[in-house]
């Protein structure tokens, strides 16, 4: 079968890709200048992914998606070795609390993001090898389930409660998409709340962000520090926002200003229609990888692009929900659609956002 491009999915991610480098620059400038003595510090390092990311993508585009189909087992099995290992002192690198990174110079890999896309193609040659889930919970839908949680429970002993969320969602999912009956998700979603009840109990951080999250300002200096200073910059972005390179609030008042909170600054710089056209360029791409799921026989193939769609717009909405305050801070990034940005970034120099 002949491939072809999906030209306003890939015109999408390069608009996307290149205005995260845009941002990335304006967001991080000031902030690079104080402990670089560079301003062009993130921006040199973002553009290096952009440029290796688009070689990337040639590339895996010329493989046939069934070789994932045959070795779906195999590259689950190794990310969830990855997975052990960065627990390890010595192996894994903590960093911002959590020891989720593998440190090699001044790159950082993440096993957690590979274990997202491995999990979505394992699931997806299950789904499209029978119709077990559909007729047996025991048979079809709690083999999954298990290897779910045994993941989603490495990925929290690191801890990365985002990222396992992600994963998460994304599966549960697939499996509405196959047909699992709506009581089943009502029951595992009862279950959901009850974990993470247990989840905030035993790391009280967690409570502290939930408090925050109700009432910022209880803590002004503290734990609302980050999401007062997100408003802050949304607020006064108007309609048309203050204008590229003009973010009062990059200024070292927002915490992560080229990372977690680069929304903010985008708001604040291009206003509710620079929000909109970022909102609107993620819309497209969800369009897009539904219709081309809708368009393929293969059920594997349908599947895979209904899977890595949902978890690339799964985590923009996390991250814009965090923003502008409608759920506590997760540390959940805003990220496009390159397989290398979503797998990597510069170590200790800032994760990688929207390109």
């Not at 539904?290 to 890595?308: E, P, R, T």
Request: with cysteine.
């Amino acid at each position: 079968m002949e491939k072809r491009v999906d030209i306003p999915l890939f015109i999408s991610v390069i608009i996307l890709s290149i205005f995260g480098i845009i941002m990335i620059y304006s967001a991080s400038s000031i902030w690079s200048e104080y402990k670089f003595n560079d301003s062009f510090h993130y921006l040199k390092y973002q553009t290096i992914f952009f440029l290796i990311g688009i070689l990337l993508m040639l590339i895996t585009s010329k493989i046939d998606y069934k070789i994932y189909y045959k070795h779906s087992t195999k590259i689950l099995l190794i990310c969830i070795i990855l997975l052990i290992l960065v627990l390890i002192p010595g192996i894994g690198s903590i960093r911002n609390g959590s020891r989720s990174w593998f440190g090699i110079g001044s790159l950082g890999i993440q096993p957690s993001e590979f274990s997202k896309l491995a999990m979505i193609i394992f699931t997806s040659k299950y789904l499209s090898k029978s119709n077990k889930f559909i007729k047996s919970y025991k048979e079809g839908v709690f083999p999954i389930l298990f290897i779910l949680f045994f993941i989603f429970f490495l990925i929290m002993l690191q801890p990365d409660l985002g990222t396992g969320a992600i994963l998460v969602v994304s599966i549960v999912s697939l499996l509405f998409i196959a047909g699992v009956n709506m009581k089943f998700f009502l029951g595992l979603g009862i279950l959901g709340l009850l974990g993470v009840t247990i989840l905030i109990i035993i790391a009280p951080y967690r409570m502290d962000r939930i408090t925050s999250f109700l009432n910022p300002w209880s803590d002004a200096l503290g734990t609302g520090f980050q999401i007062i200073q997100s408003l802050y910059a949304i607020g006064p972005g108007g309609l048309l926002g203050t204008g590229f390179l003009n973010s009062i609030q990059k200024h070292f008042y927002l915490p992560e200003p080229q990372t977690d909170f680069i929304f903010s600054i985008i708001a604040e710089e291009f206003g509710v229609v620079g929000a909109f056209i970022v909102v609107g360029l993620f819309s497209l791409i969800l369009a897009r990888g539904i219709k081309i799921s809708l368009n393929v026989k293969d059920q594997f193939a349908k599947y895979l692009s209904l899977g890595m769609t949902f978890q690339i717009i799964f985590q923009a909405i996390m991250n814009l929900m965090v923003v502008i305050g409608m759920i506590p801070v997760t540390g959940v990034t805003l990220r496009g659609t390159h397989l290398l940005h979503t797998l990597f970034s510069p170590y200790n120099k800032g994760k990688n956002k929207i390109a």
